[in-house]
């Protein structure tokens, strides 16, 4: 009897724990179904997506969006006005450069008080295109843009009263206007009363003064600032300390910014540092001196090219391009070495 209970028992325990195995199984199958039904949704959607009807923007030609600004402008929209006149002034979009458009659509713009309008229609009277110059009426719509806020306006009114240009030359109105077109981020600004303090114009002569609107307009990123800055230092003067390495670094800000004369200077800068190229430092720095346009490093690099040395093999035609872009930069010694070299049947 004993061995009887302890056996129905045994088979009790026994189905128990098949029972729960059996669920944990089952959970898990459903666990892994279920997966496999999100992973295969997530395929075909993935696949087919691109079959998915979606909403599209209509197929409107290029051409049509200029009827539309003209459309809205004549409906009196000030920035659809001024949008083409800059499509016109500057050939956007496929569209031919025709300034007398542009001068109807600013103006158009401009007479709906739209300022940087009256500033693009200022510029197009002082610089005679699309429209007879007439600096009278430059210096009244950059006046007008000024008033309405735009500081570019600001900025070429001052510097048509720096100039005299349609008014008497007003050198304290130039200063005024810059200053104020500076604080508001204008870097030619900054650039043109930097230079007023350098050269003492209108203003005491304040060499630090000018220093620090110099750098304002270098980090407006106006290059001419930059420009000035590595002059003043490659210069020096009793007031700056001649440092080739901030004129290397303020030279090497502007010529990143499209200004050929600081990429020219920084080329003279690098070239400074080498008397005899003698070794690899030597000659990378001369490759970066040729490569900014110093006719002197490019030269030189011709020279190491051209002779026997330890530091590079040989290669008559390396040293042939070296001494042909030295000759273009004005280098005398580099012509009459490649007249040697030619007439030697190279």
């Not at 900054?190 to 304040?206: E, F, P, S």
């Not at 590595?230 to 004129?247: F, H, I, T």
Request: charged letters at 25%; hydrophobic letters at 35%; glycine letters at 10%.
């Amino acid at each position: 009897m004993f061995t009887i209970v302890w056996l129905n028992l045994d088979r009790s325990v026994k189905n128990s724990y098949s029972f729960k195995k059996k669920g944990v199984r089952m959970g898990k199958i459903k666990s892994i179904l279920l997966t496999a039904l999100v992973l295969t949704l997530i395929i075909v959607v993935v696949f087919f997506r691109d079959n998915i009807p979606q909403k599209v923007m209509p197929d409107i030609m290029d051409s049509d969006y200029i009827g539309f600004y003209k459309k809205a402008c004549e409906l009196n929209d000030a920035e659809a006005c001024n949008n083409l006149g800059l499509i016109y002034d500057y050939g956007k979009n496929g569209e031919s450069v025709d300034h007398e458009e542009a001068y109807l659509f600013y103006g158009l713009a401009c007479n709906l008080d739209h300022a940087s309008a009256c500033n693009n229609l200022a510029y197009l009277y002082n610089n005679g295109k699309g429209i007879e110059q007439h600096n009278g009426y430059a210096l009244r719509n950059y006046k007008k843009s000024c008033n309405l806020g735009n500081q570019e306006g600001c900025y070429n009114l001052g510097a048509m009263y720096y100039r005299g240009e349609g008014t008497r030359p007003s050198r304290y109105r130039a200063a005024k206007l810059f200053r104020a077109a500076c604080k508001e981020g204008i870097g030619e600004a900054c650039n043109d009363l930097g230079y007023m303090y350098a050269k003492g114009i209108h203003v005491r002569r304040d060499i630090f003064e000018a220093i620090s609107l110099y750098t304002d307009a270098c980090q407006y990123g106006e290059a001419s600032g930059c420009n000035n800055l590595g002059n003043m230092y490659e210069d020096g003067s009793r007031w700056v300390k001649q440092d080739d390495a901030k004129a290397e670094r303020f030279y090497s800000l502007a010529c990143d910014l499209d200004d050929q004369t600081s990429c020219d200077k920084l080329g003279h800068v690098y070239g400074k540092k080498i008397r005899k190229i003698i070794g690899e430092e030597d000659k990378k720095l001369a490759e970066k001196a040729c490569g900014y346009g110093n006719g002197v490093s490019c030269y030189k690099l011709g020279e190491l090219y051209y002779t026997e040395n330890k530091l590079v093999e040989r290669d008559i035609y390396k040293a042939i391009n070296f001494f042909d872009k030295a000759c273009n930069l004005g280098q005398s010694s580099s012509c009459r070495v490649l007249g040697d070299i030619h007439k030697k049947g190279y």
